[in-house]
């Protein structure tokens, strides 16, 4: 069952580490009725996710941070650990929706997110809402309008890693090597459909082996000018280490969102300054105060798919106080473009309790985030978004430049 905490007091003293110990069962306030927003979050706090799942959790528990006190509603939250596997994904995501959540920050991964989205959100009638489930399957999924998320899809960033290779390194051939999973495999799909080159080979793998040997020579049998890597930190560190010691060509490597982790260079053992990478980025209009919200609260610099995490716990809690609070699903769902999509009084991170207030009262508002618009298609997709292409050194990652798409 949740349990009230001071969540503001517990950061400041006990900093993220401590944080991780605590979101396993949490809540800001509680107790029932009209003057509770009540708001799920469903994470890898563990497997092979876990090093950029826990950030991002924070990320997601940050707007119930920011309005503990500054409106007249308690925010009600709860974290559940998906693991990185699908069967825990599915009982914990049970485990929200038993406990009455409306709507959920999540799951993360696609592999996750399709399977609870099918057995859990959709038949219970709860609006999922991810910040880092990238997979095209998302978008067809037959959902009844209840799963909704805040990145892009993996058919825009199979483009931009494509022009990444044609333009900035030159490949006139290419491999892949995806994670075993719907997010490796549509990302694959989408790179090798949009790469104007020639793909050599696409070499699927499992999620963290002892060795990534015999997946590396399958890739880089016909020495192809690119490598794209599709995976995970916990098993990149390894793809890597087995990389740098035996097969070191001199291709041009380029990776994917959910290898970009500041952490991976030091793990690996090597500065990686051969690879590139392209993920979702925060360009949203409130991105500056998110930024400055986030080292106030947690230390550092925010990392990937922070900010969409941010925007999707607050999306949600605006659609949920313009429907009076009911913490109901479907009354969720139904205010999430109402609340979010132009037309309404603009509304930033920055006034996020004025925000809450004004749904409340029923204005029109439109919410415009720290990752982007927020602006949700017929599919519950983004319209407009910004990749980066971000570089590794032995001091972490650092972004070289962006690439913005509008639909």
Not at 67 to 86: A, C, H, M
Not at 236 to 256: H, L, M
Request: charge should be negative; charged fraction near 20%.
């Amino acid at each position: 069952m949740p349990r009230d905490i001071k969540r503001r007091d517990v950061l400041k003293g006990a900093g993220v580490a401590g944080l991780a110990g605590l979101a396993g069962c949490s809540s800001l306030g509680g107790g029932g009725g009209g003057s509770t927003l009540m708001q799920g979050v469903l994470m890898p706090e563990t497997g092979d996710l876990a090093s950029v799942g826990k950030p991002i959790r924070d990320g997601a528990l940050l707007p119930a941070v920011q309005l503990e006190g500054e409106t007249e509603f308690t925010i009600d939250t709860q974290v559940g650990d998906t693991q990185t596997n699908p069967q825990a994904g599915i009982s914990a995501a049970n485990n929200l929706v038993n406990a009455g959540y409306p709507s959920i920050t999540g799951p993360a991964s696609s592999g996750v997110n399709l399977q609870v989205s099918r057995q859990v959100f959709i038949p219970n009638k709860v609006v999922g809402c991810s910040p880092s489930s990238t997979s095209p399957n998302v978008t067809t999924l037959e959902d009844n309008d209840y799963i909704f998320r805040t990145p892009p899809s993996d058919a825009l960033q199979g483009r931009v890693i494509a022009q990444v290779a044609t333009e900035r390194e030159n490949a006139q051939t290419a491999s892949t090597m995806y994670v075993n999973n719907d997010y490796g495999q549509a990302l694959s799909d989408a790179f090798e459909s949009a790469f104007s080159g020639e793909v050599q080979a696409t070499v699927s793998f499992e999620k963290e082996q002892a060795s990534y040997t015999t997946r590396l020579e399958s890739a880089l049998a016909d020495d192809p000018d690119a490598l794209v890597v599709i995976g995970y930190p916990a098993s990149g560190i390894q793809i890597f280490r087995d990389y740098y010691s035996e097969f070191d060509t001199g291709a041009s490597i380029i990776v994917t969102d959910g290898l970009k982790d500041p952490t991976l260079p030091e793990e690996v053992g090597n500065s990686m300054s051969n690879v590139i990478g392209t993920a979702p980025t925060a360009a949203g209009p409130g991105v500056k105060f998110f930024t400055n919200l986030w080292k106030d609260e947690y230390g550092g610099e925010p990392g990937v798919f922070t900010s969409q995490a941010y925007d999707a716990t607050a999306v949600c809690l605006l659609a949920n106080a313009a429907a009076g609070a009911t913490n109901d699903g479907t009354d969720v769902r139904d205010n999430l473009r109402k609340v979010a999509n132009p037309g309404g009084e603009a509304f930033g991170p920055a006034k996020l309790p004025e925000a809450i207030e004004a749904a409340a009262a029923g204005d029109d508002i439109a919410y415009q985030g720290a990752s982007s618009s927020v602006d949700f298609d017929e599919n519950g997709d983004m319209k407009a978004v910004t990749y980066e292409v971000f570089s590794f050194s032995s001091e972490g990652v650092s972004t070289e430049t962006t690439i913005e798409f509008s639909g």
